[in-house]
């Protein structure tokens, strides 16, 4: 099932009293996207950008102002959210805590009416499968206070995928776990996603979440999209300081520096030779991993301290040109055997490098000889 | 009721602090052995297991003195025959006071109004209290307005409202009262619904006591309504969820506590109900055969010259032993219905 959204906007009336000017708070901001068939996507964001709002457009739960939502060829914008097909995953889970495992999970198919309706052995064959898809088959009786975090969100997700929904929409679904809980649990909507095939669309705010599962991710803010794109291409080429900001950990490293006479300058070093960019102030973004540590290198900082993480060495210092307290770079553990002093000095990869314009924060591409 | 809950309380808190000191011991010795031997915590222990006796102590005071106290004096009395308060003496001990209650026959008349007050009223003053709360709870504008109109009744004063329904619904041989002016107009014949047939009477009495007792209901179940977080209901949405069924699996399960205790308590206030008669048919309520359990209790106290308090003993230790057995079936009812989360 292919999903388009085609100029979806969503805009909420303001809260102003008095004399205060009501402004309409606009959430999502003439989204277009086609989200192809069989694919996970992430929507991606910080809290208050939009993704939530739009997951309950695609749900159905609330109506857009202006745009349209299909699947495949069909247009769902005026359909509630029960004639759509769409399965949901809440952010708390939302299970009825009066009802057994088996019960929730049952729920939506004891909905069905007239010809979809389905006999009790149906029913239960059904649901056998979905836990069984989740592996939640030997906790069918429990109440859901009675289970962990994990197992709970396993059970929503049986509970959305027991009516062979359409599509199947995940708010948040991983942040009510702790950290390891998470690694594991991703693994698992990336497998069911994978065994199902259905479109899955998920919002986070995790960057690392919607990286690590997602074919596609699409990064937000304040309703507007940023990108959209597969995680890799995102992340090795923002479209905006926004989007390099958002993405990768460390974050990235970002500096006020100036283009002259074809070289890039942070603070009174040329760092790098460009071709084709006029003569301009810019924000530099350069990648943690962008450093490479060399005696002879045209980037000099003053270091704090190297940091050891083991397989690499995470470097500390600090430049005046940067807009960080610190820059982190990571190098092999390797070539960091002979860091001492107060400086180092480091080359630039070309390609972790990335130049945005000062006012608008858009990308400047480069080429380097 | 009452007492029962405080038993509880007590529980509770010895449970409480038997364990605190189990772990508060253990752990001082663990950490201070020497300290522990040689300033004699074992008995810094005993006194504070004093301290917490004396904090309850005013409690248990009064409610040994003005709860306690009595009820045993009631149910000794009412097992004291042909008891006499002014010369303090009596006959014999037995079971007669039981059997002439139980034989009585304005006893067993205001038993049967009881028993069909509440019949009548609990569920239905519940159900309306219900479908109202559940239409306000659906209502954006003016939903406050509703609500203090419809909580207005619980701030007027009982003995008020019976006269205004008697105003209602009286008939005398010279004017009719709105109800059967009403009635008139739909061409039916007139009713006097506080001296006239019992069906008429019973119907005023119910629906009197289902106008008084709905407004503390709407309160508490238009808060229980508010509280069910609405994640619930978009994903019974989202499940295509009907209606009546999202009203019957969701929402009656998450406000069932709520819904419990108004059961119980509507039960009780019912069996108990008496200034709801006095106010719509007077104080002679074996006149007019509208008497209930509490009233022929007091009746026995202090009507006609009152002083058959052995009667009335055994008569409140029957609606007692009543109001227990109905409370401990509804208990045993909610274990299965009633979900607690």
């Given at each position: 099932?292919?999903?388009?959204?085609?100029?979806?906007?969503?805009?909420?009336?303001?809260?102003?009293?008095?004399?205060?000017?009501?402004?309409?708070?606009?959430?999502?901001?003439?989204?277009?996207?086609?989200?192809?068939?069989?694919?996970?996507?992430?929507?991606?964001?910080?809290?208050?950008?939009?993704?939530?709002?739009?997951?309950?457009?695609?749900?159905?739960?609330?109506?857009?102002?202006?745009?349209?939502?299909?699947?495949?060829?069909?247009?769902?914008?005026?359909?509630?959210?029960?004639?759509?097909?769409?399965?949901?995953?809440?952010?708390?889970?939302?299970?009825?805590?009066?009802?057994?495992?088996?019960?929730?999970?049952?729920?939506?198919?004891?909905?069905?009416?007239?010809?979809?309706?389905?006999?009790?052995?149906?029913?239960?064959?059904?649901?056998?499968?979905?836990?069984?898809?989740?592996?939640?088959?030997?906790?069918?009786?429990?109440?859901?206070?009675?289970?962990?975090?994990?197992?709970?969100?396993?059970?929503?997700?049986?509970?959305?995928?027991?009516?062979?929904?359409?599509?199947?929409?995940?708010?948040?679904?991983?942040?009510?776990?702790?950290a390891r809980l998470r690694l594991q649990t991703r693994e698992e909507i990336r497998r069911i996603q994978q065994k199902t095939a259905i479109t899955t669309v998920f919002v986070t705010h995790d960057q690392d979440e919607a990286m690590s599962i997602s074919d596609l991710i699409v990064v937000m803010k304040d309703g507007l999209v940023q990108q959209i794109g597969k995680p890799?291409?995102?992340?090795?080429?923002?479209?905006?300081?926004?989007?390099?900001?958002?993405?990768?950990?460390?974050?990235?490293?970002?500096?006020?520096?100036?283009?002259?006479?074809?070289?890039?300058?942070?603070?009174?070093?040329?760092?790098?030779?460009?071709?084709?960019?006029?003569?301009?102030?810019?924000?530099?973004?350069?990648?943690?991993?962008?450093?490479?540590?060399?005696?002879?290198?045209?980037?000099?900082?003053?270091?704090?301290?190297?940091?050891?993480?083991?397989?690499?060495?995470?470097?500390?210092?600090?430049?005046?040109?940067?807009?960080?307290?610190?820059?982190?770079?990571?190098?092999?553990?390797?070539?960091?055997?002979?860091?001492?002093?107060?400086?180092?000095?480091?080359?630039?990869?070309?390609?972790?490098?990335?130049?945005?314009?000062?006012?608008?924060?858009?990308?400047?591409?480069?080429?380097?000889? | 009721?009452?007492?029962?809950?405080?038993?509880?309380?007590?529980?509770?808190?010895?449970?409480?602090?038997?364990?605190?000191?189990?772990?508060?011991?253990?752990?001082?010795?663990?950490?201070?052995?020497?300290?522990?031997?040689?300033?004699?915590?074992?008995?810094?222990?005993?006194?504070?297991?004093?301290?917490?006796?004396?904090?309850?102590?005013?409690?248990?005071?009064?409610?040994?003195?003005?709860?306690?106290?009595?009820?045993?004096?009631?149910?000794?009395?009412?097992?004291?025959?042909?008891?006499?308060?002014?010369?303090?003496?009596?006959?014999?001990?037995?079971?007669?006071?039981?059997?002439?209650?139980?034989?009585?026959?304005?006893?067993?008349?205001?038993?049967?109004?009881?028993?069909?007050?509440?019949?009548?009223?609990?569920?239905?003053?519940?159900?309306?209290?219900?479908?109202?709360?559940?239409?306000?709870?659906?209502?954006?504008?003016?939903?406050?307005?509703?609500?203090?109109?419809?909580?207005?009744?619980?701030?007027?004063?009982?003995?008020?409202?019976?006269?205004?329904?008697?105003?209602?619904?009286?008939?005398?041989?010279?004017?009719?009262?709105?109800?059967?002016?009403?009635?008139?107009?739909?061409?039916?014949?007139?009713?006097?619904?506080?001296?006239?047939?019992?069906?008429?009477?019973?119907?005023?009495?119910?629906?009197?006591?289902?106008?008084?007792?709905?407004?503390?209901?709407?309160?508490?179940?238009?808060?229980?309504?508010?509280?069910?977080?609405?994640?619930?209901?978009?994903?019974?949405?989202?499940?295509?969820?009907?209606?009546?069924?999202?009203?019957?699996?969701?929402?009656?399960?998450?406000?069932?506590?709520?819904?419990f205790y108004l059961v119980i308590t509507g039960f009780i206030g019912a069996f108990k109900a008496y200034s709801d008669a006095v106010a719509l048919f007077g104080t002679n309520l074996n006149a007019a055969g509208m008497n209930t359990i509490v009233g022929y209790v007091y009746d026995m106290l202090y009507r006609d010259s009152g002083g058959y308090p052995s009667y009335a003993?055994?008569?409140?230790?029957?609606?007692?032993?009543?109001?227990?057995?109905?409370?401990?079936?509804?208990?045993?009812?909610?274990?299965?219905?009633?979900?607690?989360?």
């Open positions: 099932m292919k999903i388009v959204l085609s100029h979806l906007t969503k805009t909420f009336p303001g809260r102003g009293r008095g004399n205060r000017k009501k402004e309409d708070v606009i959430a999502v901001n003439d989204f277009n996207f086609e989200i192809p068939d069989g694919k996970l996507v992430g929507l991606l964001g910080p809290s208050g950008c939009g993704k939530s709002t739009t997951l309950h457009l695609i749900c159905g739960l609330q109506n857009p102002t202006e745009g349209q939502i299909f699947f495949d060829e069909e247009d769902v914008t005026p359909l509630t959210p029960q004639k759509r097909g769409v399965g949901m995953v809440f952010q708390n889970y939302a299970l009825y805590p009066h009802l057994n495992v088996e019960q929730n999970i049952r729920f939506p198919l004891e909905n069905l009416k007239g010809s979809d309706k389905l006999s009790r052995e149906e029913m239960h064959a059904r649901v056998t499968e979905a836990a069984g898809l989740v592996q939640i088959d030997n906790l069918l009786d429990r109440k859901p206070s009675e289970l962990s975090g994990g197992q709970q969100q396993r059970v929503a997700i049986a509970r959305a995928l027991v009516k062979l929904p359409r599509v199947l929409l995940l708010d948040e679904p991983l942040s009510n776990l702790d890799q291409e995102v992340y090795d080429n923002p479209a905006n300081l926004f989007v390099a900001k958002f993405l990768g950990t460390p974050p990235i490293n970002l500096f006020k520096g100036r283009v002259e006479k074809g070289s890039l300058f942070l603070g009174e070093e040329a760092v790098l030779k460009l071709k084709q960019v006029p003569d301009q102030p810019v924000h530099v973004g350069i990648r943690p991993e962008g450093f490479i540590l060399a005696e002879n290198g045209s980037f000099t900082c003053r270091l704090s301290r190297p940091e050891v993480m083991g397989r690499d060495v995470s470097i500390v210092s600090t430049h005046p040109a940067s807009l960080n307290p610190v820059i982190r770079s990571i190098v092999d553990a390797e070539s960091c055997g002979h860091l001492s002093g107060d400086t180092v000095r480091f080359m630039l990869k070309p390609q972790k490098v990335f130049l945005f314009d000062q006012a608008t924060g858009q990308r400047i591409s480069f080429e380097t000889d | 009721m009452t007492r029962l809950r405080d038993s509880g309380f007590h529980l509770k808190l010895t449970d409480h602090n038997s364990y605190m000191q189990k772990l508060c011991k253990s752990d001082i010795c663990r950490l201070f052995p020497d300290l522990y031997k040689r300033f004699g915590m074992e008995s810094l222990m005993e006194k504070q297991n004093n301290k917490g006796w004396l904090y309850l102590l005013p409690a248990i005071l009064f409610l040994g003195a003005f709860l306690i106290y009595p009820l045993i004096d009631v149910f000794i009395y009412s097992f004291e025959e042909g008891y006499n308060s002014a010369s303090q003496t009596f006959y014999g001990i037995g079971g007669y006071n039981y059997s002439y209650v139980l034989h009585d026959a304005y006893f067993l008349q205001a038993l049967k109004n009881t028993f069909i007050l509440v019949i009548i009223t609990v569920p239905l003053s519940t159900g309306l209290a219900l479908l109202i709360s559940v239409a306000l709870s659906s209502i954006k504008p003016l939903q406050e307005l509703f609500q203090t109109v419809f909580f207005l009744p619980y701030v007027t004063n009982t003995l008020a409202v019976g006269l205004v329904f008697m105003i209602l619904f009286k008939k005398t041989p010279y004017s009719d009262g709105l109800v059967n002016l009403l009635i008139h107009c739909f061409g039916g014949s007139s009713v006097d619904f506080i001296e006239g047939p019992y069906w008429a009477k019973m119907f005023v009495l119910c629906f009197y006591t289902v106008w008084v007792v709905m407004p503390f209901k709407i309160l508490i179940l238009t808060s229980a309504l508010a509280g069910v977080n609405p994640v619930y209901y978009n994903a019974a949405r989202v499940d295509g969820t009907g209606r009546i069924r999202m009203f019957l699996k969701i929402t009656l399960p998450m406000i069932s506590p709520m819904l003993s055994a008569a409140a230790i029957i609606l007692f032993s009543i109001v227990l057995t109905i409370t401990c079936i509804n208990l045993l009812v909610s274990k299965k219905h009633v979900h607690y989360h």
